[in-house]
């Protein structure tokens, strides 16, 4: 085959290297330094069609992000979501990057012939767009780091890269590898701030909020929920039991609680607190009462899904109870100098924790003060007044109505349950695995069984 050899400026090979050296000083975004790289790479007259990215992730649900730059068309992202399946596609075994894995080689090159048979599948789809050249590489952020870059580079030019483009890449590529480390690791902080400690509550810690005493007062209506008789399970069952009852407690009722401008700002043993924050007119504080109920409507769908699966087979139910309110909350940090925690505090978490408490005295899942009936409007029935600790007033404790309660079209319960690992996250996953010391041997007898 031919080679029509491409020239590349070395003099804007360096502009390309000068600008991921700002970005990544900048702290730009890692979609940010994938898309821009790639477009100021072909810019500068690499001829490239297709260039695939991937990136190992420390995060509960992703094992790795991927981004495909198509020329013309841009960036598109995808999170590679983790799950506990050990399934192995037989596309990802026959994958570019798995015979890289497998093989320890850093570079992978074959020119695409459309009249020969492929040697990986992925190629059929290349060659039906003229593909004419591919190159795959891993790229590690570090020899004991459990993160680091796959990708390829693919061409459509007559002859496909020639020896010049080639040397541009390679030159090129650790480059790369550094400033998407610096965004891997900026988004490292923000996946693992969101993760403990909440959406907003981690942008205000990254913002700068970071000392005790730190926070303001705001209003917000207030959800409190728990899980009744985990006493009783922890003790019966044993610990596993009770932890994955517990994680399936949270996934069915806790999920909905982060959607639609809720936060889930703690879980404190077999419960947690969820707020939605809101403006101290009437108007945001009814659009907020409004999402929360929307909130209890979906969770409570989920756990009557829950608990038909339970009984499906022979298990107990997992009862709860749940408390809403609304008031005015202090969020900030409170703790030690050098341990602290960002937290809601004051009298209305106390009351609605109270709330909560009374779900077990009425026997009723769910039950609400005044405040939160009166914001959310609908259907509600009066259970009694109770004198709350700490509260110098009765309290009215009302439960949701049966128009209350019932699900919106728009409020479907959502399939919670993950999908297999796709091509990518396995290729990410296999690499972060492949990385740590003895795992490997144990890596390929698990793969390949």
């Known amino acids: 085959m031919n080679i029509h050899k491409t020239n590349v400026s070395t003099h804007l090979l360096d502009r390309v290297s000068n600008w991921l050296q700002q970005a990544a000083l900048s702290g730009e975004s890692l979609e940010t330094v994938v898309a821009g790289f790639c477009?100021?790479?072909?810019?500068?007259?690499?001829?490239?069609?297709?260039?695939?990215?991937?990136?190992?992730?420390?995060?509960?649900?992703?094992?790795?992000?991927?981004?495909?730059w198509l020329r013309g068309e841009g960036v598109t992202v995808e999170g590679y979501r983790a799950d506990p399946t050990d399934d192995k596609p037989d596309r990802f075994l026959q994958s570019p990057?798995?015979?890289l894995l497998s093989n320890n080689l850093d570079h992978l090159r074959r020119q695409i012939d459309p009249s020969t048979r492929s040697e990986f599948p992925i190629f059929d789809d290349l060659k039906e767009m003229g593909i004419t050249d591919y190159i795959a590489f891993v790229q590690s952020f570090g020899e004991t780091s459990g993160q680091g870059m796959i990708g390829s580079w693919s061409t459509d030019a007559h002859g496909g890269f020639s020896d010049n483009v080639?040397?541009?890449?390679?030159?090129?590529?650790?480059?790369?590898?550094?400033?998407a480390k610096m965004a891997v690791l900026g988004k490292l902080a923000d996946n693992m701030l969101t993760t403990y400690l909440g959406a907003n509550a981690?942008?205000?810690?990254?913002?700068?909020?970071?000392?005790?005493?730190?926070?303001?007062?705001?209003?917000?209506?207030?959800?409190?929920?728990?899980?009744?008789?985990?006493?009783?399970?922890?003790?019966?069952?044993g610990r596993q039991v009770y932890i994955d009852t517990l994680n399936q407690f949270f996934d069915a009722i806790a999920t909905p609680f982060s959607r639609n401008g809720g936060e889930i700002l703690s879980f404190v043993g077999d419960g947690f607190l969820a707020v939605y924050p809101c403006g101290r007119h009437r108007e945001p504080s009814q659009v907020a009462a409004l999402a929360a109920m929307a909130a209890v409507r979906q969770a409570s769908a989920h756990m009557a899904e829950l608990n038909a699966g339970r009984q499906r087979q022979d298990l107990p139910e997992v009862r709860y109870g749940i408390g809403l309110h609304v008031g005015n909350v202090m969020f900030g940090n409170v703790g030690?100098?050098?341990?602290?925690?960002?937290?809601?505090?004051?009298?209305?978490?106390?009351?609605?924790?109270r709330l909560q408490g009374l779900t077990k005295k009425y026997a009723q899942p769910i039950v609400a003060?005044?405040?939160?009936?009166?914001?959310?409007?609908g259907d509600w029935v009066t259970l009694g007044e109770e004198k709350l600790r700490g509260v110098g007033q009765k309290v009215t404790v009302l439960l949701p109505g049966e128009e209350n309660m019932k699900l919106d079209d728009g409020e479907a319960i959502r399939n919670h349950?993950?999908?297999?690992?796709?091509?990518?996250?396995?290729?990410?996953?296999?690499?972060?695995?492949?990385?740590?010391?003895q795992a490997r041997d144990l890596l390929w007898n698990k793969l390949l069984q």
């Open 39 to 68: 477009e100021r790479l072909a810019a500068s007259g690499v001829p490239l069609s297709r260039v695939h990215l991937s990136f190992s992730m420390l995060h509960p649900l992703y094992d790795a992000l991927g981004f495909t």
């Open 97 to 99: 990057y798995y015979y």
């Open 166 to 179: 080639i040397e541009a890449l390679l030159r090129i590529q650790n480059n790369l590898a550094v400033a």
């Open 202 to 237: 981690g942008k205000r810690v990254l913002s700068g909020q970071t000392r005790r005493g730190d926070g303001e007062t705001i209003r917000a209506a207030l959800v409190m929920a728990d899980m009744r008789q985990s006493t009783v399970l922890a003790e019966k069952e």
């Open 336 to 353: 030690l100098n050098d341990r602290l925690t960002f937290s809601a505090f004051g009298a209305a978490v106390n009351e609605v924790e």
């Open 369 to 377: 003060s005044q405040a939160f009936a009166t914001y959310c409007g």
């Open 417 to 437: 349950s993950m999908e297999t690992r796709s091509e990518a996250e396995q290729v990410m996953l296999l690499y972060r695995n492949s990385k740590k010391p």
